[in-house]
């Protein structure tokens, strides 16, 4: 089992920047490559970002790219996106996921285990 906690959403104003962090605990951090999701009001949940286990691959949404990034520090067993240039569609609640090996995966099916989730309210 691993669990996953994100911290880090709140309200920010357009433009503006925020970091999510996603705590794992359980079995070995550096075996699954980490994912985040969002869930914006009235909308399924999509992709995000993908960063493999050892932190060389990155892959994001084209909705996000060149504005987020996602890293991860294996030593403190966590996972962070840092968010810039904010926009009021950014809006939604976050999730973070983990996925067993360091496969690309963009899909919800693909993860095993999945945080509760942080809200991110961008105002404009």
């Known amino acids: 089992q691993v669990q996953l906690v994100e911290s880090g959403g709140g309200l920010v104003q357009a433009g503006g920047s925020l970091r999510l962090s996603c705590a794992a605990s359980g079995r070995t951090f550096s075996s699954y490559g980490m994912g985040w999701f969002r869930r914006a009001p009235g909308k399924e949940r999509e992709f995000v970002a993908h960063?493999?286990?050892?932190?060389?691959?990155?892959y994001y949404a084209d909705s996000v790219k060149g504005r987020f990034t996602i890293s991860r520090d294996n030593a403190k067993n966590t996972a962070y996106l840092q968010m810039n240039s904010l926009k009021p569609e950014d809006t939604a609640v976050y999730y973070c996921?983990?996925?067993?090996?360091?496969?690309?995966?963009?899909?919800?099916?693909?993860?095993?285990?999945w945080g509760q989730g942080t809200q991110v309210t961008v105002s404009s």
């Open positions: 960063i493999g286990w050892s932190g060389g691959s990155t």
């Open positions: 996921a983990a996925k067993y090996g360091s496969s690309r995966a963009t899909g919800e099916r693909e993860y095993d285990y």
